[in-house]
């Protein structure tokens, strides 16, 4: 199996780049979805750079499969951005209303903080 983890860090940065394009646009819902994905592909990124297929969306069981310990705070990260692979997507993710009117700045702007924290640790893993 060739080490594509690079193409797959490559894609969550641009995936980083695109959550920051949606809450520049006002779409923060997508911004939160956008997030998420990011820190998804950087951790499969590393997984595929320690030899490990990874599968799933869940950040905090992406984390916690890898083979070196991860600090509680990263882990915390993860858990927040965690809450938003679904509902931020699906008009049956809450009780009553679509997805956006959920979903502001506050929340976007700390997915891209969570996210960006998440990348910033795979790229020193990688490094």
């Known amino acids: 199996m060739s080490d ?3 193409d797959w860090f490559l894609q969550a940065k641009r995936n980083l780049e695109q ?27 590393l997984h595929l750079a320690c030899g490990q297929e990874a599968w799933g969306h869940v950040l905090t069981r ?6 070196q310990p991860v600090e509680p705070a990263l ?3 993860a858990r927040v ?5 679904v509902p931020t ?5 809450h009780a009553a209303g679509p997805p956006f009117e ?7 702007r700390e997915a891209i903080a969570h996210a960006r924290a998440i ?9």
């Open 4 to 6: 594509r983890s690079g």
């Open 19 to 45: 959550a920051l394009a949606s809450r520049d646009e006002g779409r923060d819902e997508w911004a939160c979805f956008a997030a998420h994905q990011a820190a998804e592909l950087a951790l499969k990124a």
């Open 62 to 67: 992406l984390l916690a499969d890898l083979p």
């Open 75 to 77: 882990r915390e990260r």
């Open 81 to 85: 951005l965690d809450n938003y692979y």
């Open 89 to 93: 997507r699906y008009p049956n993710g």
């Open 102 to 108: 959920h979903y502001g700045p506050l929340q976007s």
């Open 119 to 127: 990348i910033d640790y795979v790229d020193t893993a990688l490094a």
